[in-house]
Nanobody, 121 residues
Framework: QVQLVESGGGLVQPGGSLRLSCAASGSIFSINDAAWYRQAPGKERELVAQISRGTSTDYADSVKGRFTISRDNAQKTVYLQMNSLKVEDTAVYYC???????????????WGQGTQVTVSS
């Protein structure tokens, strides 16, 4: 069964750091493009960061300079390093990635189950 498994959320004080991981499990060939989204209570899901099949990245203005998205192709894992966290970063964070089951396959997009990040003193 192909799925994305997220980890790394938790409770952190303002100014602290967390690293989220999104690992693809099951029989897949590779991860193509990927992104992290977040959804705070009462708000719509928003795009936080995205990474291309290569190394091109893009970020929401609210996290530029504080968050870094990266990937480990060998481990089939995407990361989100979050530094200088603020109370307003509190949300459930979701990974979304295009997975290729075989080298000749087109990407199929999957969502992770979400991981809670709470920034509070």
């Amino acid at each position: 069964q192909v799925q994305l498994v997220e980890s790394g959320g938790g409770l952190v004080q303002p100014g602290g750091s967390l690293r989220l991981s999104c690992a693809a499990s099951g029989s897949i060939f590779s991860i193509n493009d990927a992104a992290w989204y977040r959804q705070a209570p009462g708000k719509e899901r928003e795009l936080v960061a995205q990474i291309s099949r290569g190394t091109s990245t893009d970020y929401a203005d609210s996290v530029k300079g504080r968050f870094t998205i990266s990937r480990d192709n060998a481990q089939k894992t995407v990361y989100l390093q979050m530094n200088s966290l603020k109370v307003e970063d509190t949300a459930v964070y979701y990974c979304n990635a295009g997975l290729r089951r075989y080298y000749y396959s087109a990407s199929e997009y999957y969502w992770g189950q979400g991981t809670q990040v709470t920034v509070s003193s």
